[in-house]
């Protein structure tokens, strides 16, 4: 399971990379959005894949879960839910002033700004 | 008296109250101000009372909502950081008042203050907790208050530069928690005292080594060591001025500190490899950054490579890992947030007399504004570390420290980076504030003297530290100390 695993993190990672390389803004927040998805699967993976009961509630059971990789995905799904709705956002607010959503000509230095 | 035991969350919990309740009050900018200006004062005030407490008591630990300590949340306050909340209570006074006079009212209505203070919780929460998960969800609350103040105002340049900045973030960000997993997988534990004593059990194996270089790229990336920096001379330079002090003094050496508590810690076991990257790399990012602050002609870019330049010094001192090395790097990282704050305000009030930060269009601002020339002289010889203000103790603690580690090469290249640190300061003052007095247009509408205030304020702070550090050292070397010998830190966390 761990390997399957390995393997849906590790493609989730290359599209995501190859996402945030595009020129648009947009595929570049749908980038970062499979990048975090990534992370989250892995740190579920880190944890451990096992099957056991819920933690705390029952004592007789002969193993269970890990709780806290799941307190931990469930913080960092909600911070970049929130980090990706505030780019959003910006994106759009970007577009509507800079007038164009192509990363390329957003270069620029003190100079034309 | 058992609610004191609660006092090390006071810094926290106090900009996360001021922070809501501003919300409240938006539409009202005297409200506003009035307590946005109190409520740093009394921050300041009890993070005094806090470093007073460590230092008579120790290092001060509450475990949140009472789970024992490795399996809950831990906030820890040691002498690093309750002095490092102490200094960011400092700058972000300095800051707020600034603001009164800087930031335009319409832009004040929108939850400015409350931004300030919730990047304040962000910072003084990183520098307080003792988990390092808990550290990340900190470093995503000062990030995402960062996100705002930067594209505050919503100027051309401030929105472009902000979708790059949260790029770089959202991808560092990633990194951390990848990180944290990989860690947790090895260990176990994320409590950091707890970490640190399971990582001195497995002893040296090479996935620790890969999980130290993976911490070394995501605190590296928001400290902008080399060759992460990339990012940083862009977004630093879009935001308003008390923005930019902001960013400059604090969010930086929230990068810094991470590395130094991460680097003093936990990875102990291959100092070999793991701190002799950390050292090379401190070392080209000190000569990166005087390259680039010599190079330009841009009084904000020169002070923006400053700070690049104040990150390899701290961070060599660091890597070398000598007693006195490290009392020189806290004494650094102190010295230096304080004055980088007053350069950016200082340079601010600059660029609002000029219309232009251009260096080539400015000249004789010291005939007009004596104030601000003389406050401006005394910062840059403050930051180039002329004996006897505060630069100078502590370089010469870490060159000491180099020297006794037998890093000569890295000592010589800091002690010369300090001579074209203060080359690349007087540059400004030598083409800005002599030469030939011009008229600016609307140069009349800027209040100086009433934005001099917070500069000066920090400026005086950072001279008594460098005259008093006589003082001073006791703190320092009590912080120092707790970072050169781990066990420390360790049983004050983890005592039965």
């Given at each position: 399971?761990?390997?399957?695993?390995?393997?849906?993190?590790?493609?989730?990672?290359m599209?995501?990379?190859?996402?945030?390389?595009?020129?648009?803004?947009?595929?570049?927040?749908?980038?970062?959005?499979?990048?975090?998805?990534?992370?989250?699967l892995?740190?579920?993976?880190?944890?451990?894949?096992?099957?056991?009961?819920?933690?705390?509630?029952?004592?007789?059971?002969?193993s269970?879960?890990?709780?806290?990789?799941?307190?931990?995905?469930?913080?960092?799904?909600?911070i970049?839910?929130?980090?990706?709705?505030?780019?959003?956002?910006?994106?759009?607010?970007?577009?509507?002033?800079?007038?164009?959503?192509?990363?390329?000509?957003?270069?620029?230095?003190?100079?034309?700004? | 008296?058992?609610?004191?035991?609660?006092?090390?969350?006071?810094?926290?919990?106090i900009?996360?109250?001021?922070?809501i309740?501003?919300?409240?009050?938006?539409?009202?900018?005297?409200?506003?101000?009035?307590i946005?200006?109190?409520?740093?004062?009394l921050?300041?005030?009890?993070?005094?009372?806090?470093?007073?407490?460590?230092?008579?008591?120790?290092?001060?630990?509450?475990?949140?909502?009472?789970?024992?300590?490795?399996?809950?949340?831990?906030?820890v306050?040691?002498?690093?950081?309750?002095?490092?909340?102490?200094?960011?209570?400092?700058?972000?006074?300095?800051?707020?008042?600034?603001?009164?006079?800087?930031?335009k009212?319409?832009?004040?209505?929108?939850?400015?203050?409350?931004?300030?203070?919730?990047?304040?919780?962000?910072?003084?929460?990183?520098?307080?907790?003792?988990?390092?998960?808990?550290?990340?969800?900190?470093?995503?609350?000062?990030?995402?208050?960062?996100?705002?103040?930067?594209?505050?105002?919503?100027?051309?340049?401030?929105?472009?530069?902000?979708?790059?900045?949260?790029?770089?973030?959202?991808?560092?960000?990633?990194?951390?928690?990848?990180?944290?997993?990989?860690?947790?997988?090895?260990?176990?534990?994320?409590?950091?005292?707890?970490?640190?004593?399971?990582?001195?059990?497995?002893?040296?194996?090479?996935?620790?080594?890969?999980?130290?270089?993976?911490?070394?790229?995501v605190?590296?990336?928001?400290?902008?060591?080399?060759?992460?920096?990339?990012?940083?001379?862009?977004?630093?330079?879009?935001?308003?001025?008390?923005?930019?002090?902001?960013?400059?003094?604090l969010?930086?050496?929230?990068?810094?500190?991470s590395?130094?508590?991460?680097?003093?810690?936990?990875?102990?076991?291959?100092?070999?490899?793991?701190?002799?990257?950390?050292?090379?790399?401190?070392?080209?990012?000190?000569?990166?950054?005087?390259?680039?602050?010599?190079?330009?002609?841009?009084?904000?870019?020169?002070?923006?490579?400053?700070?690049?330049?104040?990150?390899?010094?701290i961070?060599?001192?660091?890597?070398?890992m000598?007693?006195?090395?490290l009392?020189?790097?806290?004494?650094?990282?102190?010295?230096?947030?304080?004055?980088?704050?007053?350069?950016?305000?200082?340079?601010?009030?600059?660029?609002?007399?000029?219309?232009?930060?251009?260096?080539r269009?400015?000249?004789?601002?010291?005939?007009?504004?004596?104030?601000?020339?003389?406050?401006?002289?005394?910062?840059?010889?403050v930051?180039?570390?002329?004996?006897?203000?505060?630069?100078?103790?502590?370089?010469?603690?870490?060159?000491?420290?180099?020297?006794?580690?037998?890093?000569?090469?890295?000592?010589?290249?800091?002690?010369?980076?300090?001579?074209?640190?203060?080359?690349?300061?007087?540059?400004?003052?030598?083409?800005?504030?002599?030469?030939?007095?011009?008229?600016?247009?609307?140069?009349?509408?800027?209040?100086?003297?009433?934005?001099?205030?917070?500069?000066?304020i920090?400026?005086?702070?950072?001279?008594?530290?460098?005259?008093?550090?006589?003082?001073?050292?006791?703190?320092?070397?009590?912080?120092?100390?707790?970072?050169?010998?781990?066990?420390?830190?360790?049983?004050?966390?983890?005592?039965?």
């Amino acid at each position: 399971m761990e390997i399957i695993m390995a393997f849906v993190i590790g493609i989730l990672f290359m599209s995501a990379t190859y996402l945030m390389l595009s020129k648009s803004l947009l595929r570049i927040i749908v980038g970062t959005g499979l990048l975090s998805h990534g992370a989250h699967l892995l740190i579920l993976t880190m944890g451990g894949l096992k099957r056991g009961t819920v933690p705390l509630l029952g004592e007789n059971a002969s193993s269970y879960t890990d709780p806290i990789p799941q307190a931990l995905i469930l913080t960092a799904i909600v911070i970049s839910f929130g980090v990706t709705a505030f780019f959003l956002v910006l994106a759009y607010r970007a577009y509507q002033e800079i007038g164009t959503d192509n990363i390329e000509r957003m270069r620029g230095n003190e100079g034309n700004d | 008296m058992k609610e004191m035991i609660n006092f090390l969350i006071l810094p926290i919990v106090i900009p996360f109250l001021t922070g809501i309740l501003l919300i409240f009050f938006a539409k009202y900018v005297p409200i506003q101000r009035g307590i946005a200006g109190i409520s740093a004062l009394l921050n300041i005030i009890v993070s005094a009372m806090l470093v007073n407490k460590v230092h008579h008591e120790g290092i001060q630990t509450l475990n949140v909502s009472s789970w024992q300590a490795p399996f809950g949340i831990t906030l820890v306050s040691d002498m690093l950081s309750a002095l490092l909340v102490l200094t960011t209570s400092i700058i972000v006074f300095a800051c707020v008042i600034y603001s009164f006079k800087s930031i335009k009212p319409e832009q004040e209505r929108y939850y400015f203050y409350s931004a300030m203070n919730f990047l304040a919780l962000g910072v003084i929460g990183a520098f307080t907790t003792g988990d390092i998960f808990n550290l990340f969800v900190f470093f995503e609350v000062l990030l995402m208050s960062s996100y705002v103040l930067l594209v505050h105002g919503g100027t051309k340049i401030q929105l472009r530069e902000s979708l790059k900045y949260i790029l770089v973030n959202v991808i560092s960000s990633a990194l951390f928690v990848i990180t944290v997993a990989y860690l947790y997988s090895v260990v176990g534990t994320l409590n950091m005292a707890h970490i640190s004593v399971r990582l001195s059990e497995l002893g040296q194996s090479g996935i620790i080594t890969v999980i130290a270089v993976l911490f070394l790229i995501v605190f590296g990336l928001k400290g902008a060591i080399f060759p992460l920096f990339f990012w940083l001379p862009g977004s630093y330079y879009a935001p308003p001025a008390p923005v930019m002090a902001l960013f400059g003094a604090l969010l930086t050496k929230v990068g810094v500190y991470s590395i130094i508590r991460t680097y003093t810690l936990f990875f102990l076991q291959d100092t070999g490899y793991t701190h002799q990257l950390l050292g090379i790399l401190a070392i080209i990012t000190i000569i990166v950054g005087v390259i680039g602050a010599i190079a330009y002609s841009d009084v904000k870019m020169i002070i923006i490579y400053n700070i690049i330049v104040a990150v390899g010094v701290i961070l060599f001192g660091v890597a070398v890992m000598e007693p006195e090395s490290l009392t020189g790097s806290v004494f650094y990282l102190i010295h230096d947030m304080i004055v980088k704050a007053a350069l950016f305000l200082l340079v601010g009030i600059m660029i609002s007399i000029a219309g232009t930060s251009n260096l080539r269009k400015i000249s004789g601002l010291i005939k007009r504004y004596p104030g601000l020339g003389w406050t401006f002289f005394i910062a840059a010889l403050v930051l180039a570390g002329i004996p006897p203000f505060s630069g100078f103790v502590g370089k010469v603690l870490i060159v000491q420290g180099g020297f006794i580690g037998e890093h000569f090469w890295g000592a010589g290249i800091v002690l010369i980076s300090s001579l074209l640190v203060l080359f690349s300061i007087m540059k400004i003052f030598i083409n800005g504030f002599w030469g030939t007095p011009q008229s600016y247009k609307g140069e009349e509408m800027v209040p100086v003297r009433k934005l001099l205030a917070a500069p000066v304020i920090l400026v005086s702070i950072s001279v008594l530290y460098g005259a008093g550090s006589e003082f001073v050292y006791p703190y320092i070397s009590q912080a120092a100390e707790t970072l050169a010998n781990p066990s420390i830190y360790i049983d004050a966390v983890l005592k039965e």
